[in-house]
Each structure stands twice: as structure tokens, then as C-alpha cells.
């Protein structure tokens, strides 16, 4: 084999790796997986390396049935997420309605997606799965987290800069008031929210 | 490039690409993606295409909040899906057990880790997502329903066959009531539980 052709072979298989993880798993940043025994690692790296979750809401409309939607999500900037969910979502949708009519809430989030489980089973206990349980609230237009929300949001989905000014699209963040983390074996990990919210995420970037 | 060379090079290629489908998208079948027009088809599309997804309950440990889970799922053999969803739940974990409690229930799948999403960003309307709410009902050991979701599952879910016995493993199913689902800019389209479940799938497969 020649070493032009070898290295044509290279870029193609190169390329193909590149392009299925920026497609498919729509990841910013390489980040290491954290060891399962560090229930807050865990839990902010999946918070962090996710673009997208579950957002669940009370739905009056269907008998107060629990109503999951899926929607994109942000942490924050970069390898600078604070660990908050933060949304954009219109009333024209009723995650954001139901939300503004009672604010109990939770979002989940798996692993699987990121392409890190392998051969696992999605319900594998070890393909790692958080649920943040809280208070779903719009932020004020203009106010400063509301701008935080925005430039965590913007950055890491760009298209939303875009997205229709008439469809009242707001702000909201999740109050976390409960972690639910099943991360290996053995049930989910003891993680309060202050163990959470305090984990410096800086340890987790390892390509920045 | 010699013969042999461009061979080992196109088996590279091609063992790449087939692997990342396997392991990160999980999907059994390649079946085209239907007209954003037909919501029935896309709807089953949806779900006979994805091997997992939210599954939300009330919690009544968390104040009666919305809680979703991450859960694996099947609605049946590859290319014969009833568009029904059933799991094989554990009591231990706390989805099987508020259901016991409160049936109110919604299943929640996105197209996103499908890989057909392309650029979109996962809130896009056009990035396909369904929300089946209904009952989430414990199926009687050995009945004939409890069989067909062994089946399903067990086929799409290998791994499932080796979970411990001792954690009373049981098998649910999602009685739909409504459904809600977005393919395209628009709004929800209209989409009865009739419609969802009379769509006759074999239209979908081309591949089998």
C-alpha cells in the first residue's frame, strides 16, 4: 500500500469517526467519563455533555397525566456550565403552559446517546441516567440570569438565535430540589443538590 | 492502491460505520424515514425505530412531581411493533412503583440519537419527537400479553434475559389515551390512538 493511498484511508476512516460523533451525538467538548464512586462528577458530566433531555410538566389538558417533552437544554458556557438547566421554550407549547400553571417539574437525561455505554443496554445500570426533580421557572426578560441563560443556551445551539420573534419564545431554569443518579450497580447514589451545584466542573475538561 | 489494499480499506469504512450504528444509535432495522405528512407512519416509525426512551409517572415520595426515567423498550419484533410499548420494570426502581400507586403515565422518544436529525438542533420542530400518554399497567404473569412483551423486548433487548431474578423484574405496557407529536413546523399533528394503532407498519420496513 502506498503512502498516498494509506493516507487517504487514514483521513477517510478519520473523518467518518469525526463526523458521526459531531452528528450524531451533537458533543461540544472531549471530556472523560468521571469514575461511577464520584456520584457528582458523574452527575455534572452527563448534565454537561448532554444538548438534549426529557423536560416533564403537570398537564391539566390530560387529567394531570405527568407530561414529558423532549427540548434542548444548556448548562452553561463550555466547560463553564454551573450545572442549572436552563430552556427556551414558547407557550405555543405546553411544557412551557403546563410549567406556568404549576411549576413541578423534573428532567432526564441518559448516557446512551453520548455513545459512551457501548454495547450496554440503555437500561443497563451501568449506561449511566440523572433526574433533576425541582420547580420549573420562567426568568425575567432581560434580567441577569436570564442573560446567562441565554448565552449558555445560544452557544451551545446555535440555530436558536434564529427561532421565530412572534413565538413568545422565554428563559426558564429548573430549581433543583432532588437528584435521582443511577450510575452502576447497587441503586441510585446519595447526591444532594449542594454536592451537586458545588462541584467544580473544571475538573471534569481535559481538551480545553 | 492495490486491489487488496482498497479492500481492507473499504472493510474498515465499512465496519466503522455498521459498529457506530450498532452501538450508538441501537437500531435493528434501516427503515426509511416517512413523509412528515403521514403523522400515523411517523409516529410508528418513531417508536419501532428507537430502543429506548422517558418513561414519566407521579411521584408521590417527590410531592406528586413529574417523574421521568429513563427506560428501555420495545413494541415488538423487529418489522411486526404493535405500536404499543411495553418494559420490563423492577419495583426497586421508582418508575414501576409509583405506577402501582397512580397509573397516569406518559412515554416520551425523540428522533435525535436516530441520527436522522442531521444538523437540526434537537428542539427543531422538524427533528420528529412523540409523547403516548395513558396508563402504565403491570401485565399478569404468564398471560398471553405478559408473553408477546417477553417476546418483544427480549428480542431487541438480549441483555435483559440475564437480569437478576431476585429483582422481580415485571412487564408493563403504555395504554395509550392521547398522543402528541411534532415531525414538522406547525404545531402538533392531529393524531388519533385509532389511527396510531390501525397504521399497518410492513408500509415502513424496506429492508427486511
Request: proline fraction near 7%; aromatic fraction near 12%.
Amino acid at each position: 500500500m502506498g503512502t498516498k493511498s494509506r493516507t487517504n484511508c487514514f483521513y477517510a476512516l478519520f473523518f467518518l469517526l469525526v463526523g458521526f460523533q459531531d452528528s450524531v451525538q451533537g458533543r461540544l467538548l472531549l471530556i472523560n467519563k468521571p469514575d461511577p464512586n464520584d456520584p457528582a462528577a458523574s452527575a455534572r458530566w452527563l448534565v454537561s455533555q448532554n444538548s438534549w433531555g426529557v423536560l416533564n410538566t403537570i398537564s391539566s389538558d390530560l387529567g394531570g397525566a405527568p407530561f414529558g417533552n423532549v427540548v434542548s437544554f444548556s448548562d452553561g458556557l463550555p466547560g463553564k456550565g454551573s450545572g442549572i438547566p436552563y430552556f427556551y421554550l414558547t407557550t405555543l407549547d405546553p411544557t412551557a403552559k403546563n410549567a406556568l400553571q404549576d411549576q413541578r417539574s423534573s428532567f432526564t437525561i441518559s448516557e446512551y446517546p453520548l455513545g459512551t455505554c457501548g454495547k450496554k443496554d440503555p437500561e443497563n445500570p451501568s449506561c449511566a441516567k440523572i433526574t433533576l426533580t425541582g420547580k420549573l421557572k420562567v426568568l425575567k426578560e432581560n434580567s441577569k440570569e436570564a442573560e446567562i441563560a441565554k448565552s449558555a443556551l445560544f452557544v451551545k445551539h446555535p440555530e436558536m438565535r434564529g427561532w421565530p420573534k412572534g413565538h413568545n419564545f422565554q428563559f426558564f431554569k429548573l430549581d433543583i430540589e432532588d437528584i435521582f443518579l443511577i450510575n452502576w450497580f447497587g441503586g441510585p447514589k446519595p447526591l444532594t443538590v449542594d454536592q451537586y451545584l458545588h462541584y467544580k466542573v473544571i475538573g471534569l475538561v481535559d481538551s480545553l
